[in-house]
């Protein structure tokens, strides 16, 4: 079975660009979650989606944004890109809220 | 709100040497606690887990206790190999109910080079 799918792998913006990032979840799997990792830290929480809906929201600006389709593949948009926003993002997949996580090997974005 | 702590790296082993990484944590109500691994230029692996205290979480020679009295989840191997030079992140869920929905929580991460 496939894992969790992230695409693109690498991507390098400029400020005040836009990006949309995309994953794949786990066939199966209901709940995606988008992380974001600066270089040298642990990943930080940004979004929960399940069943299209979303369930969290961690402490990001307005900037960023998503969303969950019916196939449950997920879209993180990130606008007026800052060069803060140079990070790795990382997509997590679960059956379930609560349940554990499968991560994606992230798309990882350089804003110049 | 809920946090993680982990000991200050980078730790540097030789192979065969034992290991900890100790991990304490802050939450309300009954967290599940995570040990994840991330090799260069690669995501998360879960290493191992446990979600209620006294719990031992086991994979690949390593093992976690959760120790609710402490509010810790150490992480040890008795023999360490090159093969196992990573960053290791311990991390907690909130359990999904009510207002929580099963958030992970990191630590910052602690760097593991072991030397042949």
């Known amino acids: 079975d496939a894992g969790v799918t992230q695409s693109p792998t690498h991507l390098i913006k400029t400020r005040g660009q836009h990006v949309t990032l995309r994953c794949s979840p786990i066939?199966?799997?209901?709940?995606v979650s988008w992380y974001q990792q600066v270089l040298g830290q642990g990943p930080q929480f940004i979004f929960q989606?399940?069943?299209?809906?979303?369930?969290g929201r961690g402490n990001f600006p307005d900037r960023f944004s998503a969303r969950q389709f019916p196939n449950y593949s997920s879209e993180l948009n990130v606008n007026a890109l800052l060069l803060g926003d140079s990070a790795l993002y990382l997509c997590?997949?679960?059956?379930?809220?609560?349940?554990?996580?499968?991560f994606g090997s992230g798309t990882r974005l350089t804003v110049v | 709100g809920d946090s993680v702590t982990q000991m200050e790296g980078p730790v540097t082993l030789s192979e065969e040497a034992f290991l900890t990484i100790n991990c304490t944590y802050t939450a309300t109500g009954y967290p599940s606690l995570f040990w994840y691994v991330q090799y260069p230029g690669e995501g998360l692996q879960l290493l191992l887990k446990?979600?209620?205290?006294?719990d031992k979480g086991s994979n690949k020679g390593f093992e976690a206790t959760y120790r609710k009295e402490t509010t810790s989840f150490h992480l040890e191997k008795g023999s360490v190999q090159v093969s196992d030079s990573a960053v290791y992140f311990c991390a907690l869920s909130d359990q999904a109910g009510g207002t929580s929905y099963g958030k992970l929580t990191f630590g910052q991460g602690t760097i593991l080079t072991v030397h042949p």
């Open positions: 446990a979600t209620k205290a006294d």
């Open positions: 997590a997949s679960s059956l379930a809220t609560g349940y554990g996580y499968t």
């Open positions: 989606y399940y069943e299209k809906e979303e369930r």
């Open positions: 066939s199966g799997h209901k709940s």
